[in-house]
């Protein structure tokens, strides 16, 4: 349990208010100098990159000024937080040395999770796993795929590096074997020793397994799924999200697609049948618990397009009767995340939102929330023709006639990038990103609303 959580759990009168990671570091010191000269095993697991965010108020200042804000890693309190992590890492390896047994003792780092992307701090996400997709809880990339250092005396080389495939699993046989300790009789391993990679040889192995059967509706989410990693393939298969019941498949060439942008599963059904065969074997052997179909579960009411994106918290049920009940408007569709169509056919199918004007007057509009003072509107979009529209913004709900507004230009043909400068004084309330007139549809990839540090960015 988080230490926290507990009355008083950092009181000492000699040194109040003490950072957590300094306090746990001087514990992990005193165990190894009680221990030192004999066998000893520590897991140190730390606090200082995980929520709640919060650091010391100096570091905190010394990063801020360093921060550029068109960096996607921009969160100063974060910078500070991994600096104290890298200060008690320091601290245990200076014990090692001091203690004089470094040169026998086996040091593993790693995190059992990619970076946090959906919790925000200082304006932003705390960190960013680009190129990689996704973060903590998403079975893409930048949830699974994360750092491994290992210094293993006698074995392995300072400086070198690997690009072996391994796993957490394969810790614990990996220890018994540079450790010469016997396994208990008849046990099985979920991972293999990986001595062969720290010594700077090849790994020998057939795939790699995660299972995530959860659909946590972070940044890209996905559906309850479980995946297969095998040289440079990497299937996702996501249970019974496929027609009548069957499995939905995500195949990515890592080699080539590390952001795992192009599905080739409709392309490779032979290879998405052989390495799903490794996924069944896998789920048998370990037997797991797998997700079964809903009877209950209708098709209709399902939006596979949603998939992947941030759902916004729901609601409270009003109470019969009341004005909350009322059906929502037209337009107000959930897989247009927030953004609410007026005076046009709005629809989004994959990864795009293809906008069709009904009226000379059709726009997007969306609560800009926290921003304010001068902003930009920025959106990626395709029509067939050139065409004249604006961009508005209301200060106040339903004070139309306090709007104002910036026109743009579409200039039709290919994919292009509008920016456009909104000189707002104060709250932009409101935003409206109205279109050109006609029945020619605008096909948009993403719309951001920047100002300052604040950023709304919506990729649908």
Request: hydrophobic residues 40%; glycine residues 8%; negative net charge.
């Amino acid at each position: 349990m988080a230490p926290w959580k507990f009355k008083d759990f950092d009181a000492d009168p000699g040194e109040p208010d003490q950072h957590i990671e300094d306090r746990m570091a001087r514990e992990a010191v005193a165990f190894m100098e009680k221990h030192h000269q004999e066998p000893f095993y520590l897991n140190y697991w730390m606090f200082s990159v995980h929520a709640p965010f919060d650091a010391k108020k100096a570091l905190i200042e010394k990063y801020r000024g360093l921060v550029k804000p068109d960096d996607a890693q921009r969160s100063p309190t974060y910078a500070a937080m991994v600096e104290s992590m890298d200060d008690a890492v320091g601290t245990l390896l200076d014990t090692l040395d001091r203690l004089g047994i470094a040169d026998h003792t086996i040091i593993l780092f790693t995190s059992d999770n990619g970076g946090n992307m959906y919790n925000e701090v200082d304006g932003s996400t705390p960190t960013s796993n680009a190129p990689l997709r996704g973060g903590k809880a998403t079975m893409f990339e930048g949830g699974v795929r994360m750092p491994c250092i290992v210094s293993l005396p006698g074995v392995t080389a300072p400086g070198s590096r690997s690009d072996a495939l391994i796993q957490s699993e394969d810790f614990y046989p990996t220890l018994l074997e540079a450790l010469a300790l016997m396994p208990a009789p008849d046990q099985s391993f979920d991972g293999i020793s990986i001595l062969p990679a720290l010594r700077g040889e090849a790994l020998s192995r057939e795939a790699i397994f995660q299972y995530f059967p959860h659909d946590p509706g972070v940044p890209d989410w996905l559906p309850p799924a479980v995946s297969v990693h095998r040289g440079d393939w990497k299937l996702i298969r996501l249970f019974h999200g496929g027609e009548r019941g069957a499995h939905r498949y995500l195949l990515f060439n890592l080699k080539d697609d590390p952001g795992e942008k192009n599905n080739l599963a409709a392309t490779e059904p032979a290879r998405v049948a052989e390495l799903d065969a490794l996924i069944g074997a896998f789920l048998v052997n370990t037997q797991a618990v797998v997700p079964i179909p809903n009877p209950a579960f209708d098709p209709s009411k399902y939006h596979p397009e949603l998939e992947g994106k941030p759902q916004p918290k729901t609601k409270p049920k009003a109470k019969a009767g009341s004005a909350a009940q009322a059906p929502a408007k037209a337009g107000d569709d959930p897989a247009l995340l927030g953004w609410k169509a007026r005076g046009c056919q709005a629809r989004v199918a994959e990864g795009l939102l293809t906008v069709t004007p009904q009226t000379d007057a059709a726009f997007l509009g969306v609560a800009a929330g926290r921003l304010s003072g001068p902003s930009e509107v920025l959106f990626r979009c395709r029509r067939r023709e050139a065409g004249n529209a604006k961009v508005e913004w209301l200060p106040s709900p339903g004070a139309v006639a306090d709007a104002r507004s910036v026109p743009y230009q579409i200039q039709g043909g290919d994919w292009e990038e509008i920016s456009v400068t909104l000189p707002a004084s104060g709250p932009l309330g409101i935003v409206r990103l109205y279109l050109p007139g006609a029945s020619s549809p605008v096909t948009i990839d993403w719309i951001e609303l920047r100002s300052g540090d604040e950023k709304r960015r919506t990729d649908f």
